[in-house]
C-alpha cells in the first residue's frame, strides 16, 4: 500500500557530504513521524535521527551538530543532510515512516521501511 524509495547515497571522503531524500507514496491518509536508520555488516540497525508531522526533531549523540533532518509534508518526503562525514558513518541507511492508511473499514498505523541506500565514507 505504501512504498518508500530512498535516494542520494554514495561513495564520499572522510570530511565530506551528502544529502538523503524519501518519499512515501501510496495510500496515505496521513504520515506521522519519519526517520533514518542505519546499520553495517554485523551490527544492529540504529537510529538515526527521527522527526515528527510537527517538525520536533532528535538525533543520535553520534550524529549531532553534523547530520540534520528536515521533511515536506505536503511530499511526504524526509531528508537527511549528513555533513562531516567519517569512516564510521559508513552503513545502509533506511527510511522510516509511520504511515495511517485506510484499510477499507479501520484507520491504521504502520511501519514502512525503504530499501536501503547504501553510504560509504572511504579515502
Known amino acids: 500500500q505504501v512504498q518508500l524509495v530512498e535516494s542520494g547515497g554514495g561513495l564520499v571522503q572522510p570530511g565530506g557530504s551528502l544529502r538523503l531524500s524519501c518519499a512515501a507514496s501510496g495510500s496515505i491518509v496521513r504520515t506521522r513521524a519519519m526517520g533514518w536508520y542505519r546499520q553495517a555488516p554485523g551490527k544492529q540497525r540504529e537510529l538515526v535521527s527521527t522527526i515528527t508531522s510537527g517538525g520536533s526533531t532528535n538525533y543520535a549523540d553520534s550524529v549531532k551538530g553534523r547530520f540534520t533532518i528536515s521533511r515536506d509534508n505536503a511530499k511526504n518526503t524526509v531528508y537527511l543532510r549528513m555533513n562531516s562525514l567519517k569512516p564510521e558513518d559508513t552503513a545502509v541507511y533506511y527510511c522510516?515512516?509511520?504511515?495511517?492508511?485506510?484499510?477499507?473499514?479501520?484507520?491504521?498505523?504502520?511501519?514502512?521501511w525503504g530499501q536501503g541506500t547504501q553510504v560509504t565514507v572511504s579515502s
Open positions: 522510516n515512516a509511520d504511515v495511517t492508511v485506510y484499510t477499507g473499514r479501520y484507520y491504521e498505523d504502520y511501519d514502512y
